[in-house]
């Protein structure tokens, strides 16, 4: 499976290496996070790494395989 989740704002360099898994661009004041997620644990994981990192989760999408 492959999620994108976007967060409010610009994620700092540092912020981002909190997401070795994904990959990330910046747009439209937003930054997407974007890669496979191997299972409902791992998207839970990464949501509560965003939670306790202070970021706003905009959306959060499964993208096509």
């Known amino acids: 499976m492959r999620y994108e ?3 409010e704002g610009t994620m700092s360099e540092t912020l981002t290496r909190a997401f ?3 990959e990330h ?3 439209s ?3 997407v996070l974007f890669g496979p997620v191997v299972d ?3 998207l839970y994981g990464l949501l509560n ?5 202070g970021l706003r989760v905009v959306e959060m999408r499964r993208l096509p395989e």
């Not at 790494?49 to 990192?53: K, T």
Request: one cysteine or more.
């Open 20 to 22: 070795p898994e994904m």
């Open 29 to 31: 004041g937003q930054t």
């Open 49 to 53: 790494r965003c939670l306790s990192l």
């Open 5 to 7: 989740i976007r967060v």
């Open 40 to 42: 409902e644990a791992h």
């Open 25 to 27: 661009v910046t747009m």
